[in-house]
């Protein structure tokens, strides 16, 4: 046990430095800093991904909407920066909150269904935002979505430069990944996995079940509106396109592909696709066949995803 704690902890620390140093080295690298944007929306979408995760990697919810959340503190952020003049850091708290609120709203009625009712409702629920998005048009421009959101300046460093917006990004990502590290850990997060495991047996030991369930629900919304603040910040525009089924798909793979239930897992999924993102649709505009195929040979092949496929061949070797 001592022993693995010191192995995950070696990585832990292995990850930070080459974090440190990713910018400067990728700019070497590639005289230019794409693999810098590239690693923040990487940092971004592991946040959104560990989100999920605490509902389908612990809880066994599989949620196909929690994109709505990044849409959900993106559009808020947008709005109340551009049309309320409000100051960026007000307006990221209130939009991360917005988002927490949402999903304790949506919670209610996406925890009366299981299995691929859940799914459903979920995926309802997420298309009920993009249909905001889309048709409340005095609010959130519609189709055009909203533009000019300016990242903020913290004292006197400027956000605006990529290099230190990546350490800004870095920093929320880690202590997101603390939290989140935390959570699973804790006796409520043991709980959780009991209740994945037999939610009968957890209600005959005198939990409550659902109560459970739905803060883990609240929980995984509050990181996933964190997740919108820094990506609309990041982009400086947030659009409909932006949650549309596709974007929740891409989240549930990057989950399903690294690993349910683990806490690197969802981050590695991150990278790889976006990684493939970026450079898959630089050839073809029909991507997402490939991301779909992506997702089958997943399932079909790595089912517990790539990080148990690696610590399998550790094992064995």
């Known amino acids: 046990m001592l022993k693995t704690e010191w192995s995950k902890g070696g990585v832990l620390l292995l990850i930070v430095a080459f974090s440190l140093f ?32 605490l509902l389908l990697g ?24 551009t049309k309320f ?5 007000s307006a990221s708290v209130f939009a991360v909150l917005i988002a927490a609120a ?50 903020p300046t913290l004292g006197p460093v400027s956000l605006k430069d990529i290099t230190h917006y990546y350490y800004f990004v870095l920093a929320l990502f880690l202590s997101s990944f603390f939290l989140i590290h935390r959570i699973v850990h804790s006796p409520f997060g043991r709980s959780l996995v009991g209740i994945k495991e037999s939610e009968s047996r957890m209600r005959a030991l005198g939990y409550n079940v659902w109560l459970h369930k739905y803060i883990c629900f609240i929980i995984a919304g509050f990181f996933g509106g964190v997740s919108g603040v820094l990506f ?4 400086g525009f947030i659009s409909p396109s932006t949650i549309t089924v596709p974007a929740n798909m891409e989240v549930l793979l990057m989950v399903a ?61």
């Open 22 to 53: 990713a910018p400067k080295l990728g700019t070497l690298l590639l005289g230019s800093t794409f693999a810098v944007d590239l690693l923040v929306q990487a940092m971004i979408f592991g946040v959104l991904a560990s989100s999920l995760n």
């Open 58 to 81: 612990y809880t066994g919810l599989p949620s196909l909407g929690h994109a709505a959340y990044l849409g959900i503190s993106a559009y808020g952020v947008g709005i109340l920066t």
């Open 85 to 89: 003049q409000m100051g960026a850091l």
């Open 102 to 151: 949402t999903a304790a709203l949506f919670g209610l009625f996406a925890l009366r269904a299981r299995g691929v009712y859940f799914l459903m409702i979920t995926l309802a629920l997420a298309m009920l935002i993009w249909g905001l998005a889309y048709r409340w048009v005095s609010m959130t421009s519609g189709d055009n979505g909203i533009s000019g959101i300016a990242r």
């Open 232 to 235: 609309v910040f990041y982009n």
């Open 257 to 317: 592909m690294g690993g349910p239930g683990t806490i690197f897992g969802p981050f590695i999924g991150s990278i790889v696709i976006v990684f493939l993102k970026n450079f898959v649709s630089i050839y073809t505009e029909r991507w997402l066949i490939i991301l779909g195929a992506i997702y089958i040979l997943t399932i079909l092949y790595t089912p517990k995803g790539v990080l148990a496929v690696l610590q399998k061949a550790k094992r064995s070797s």
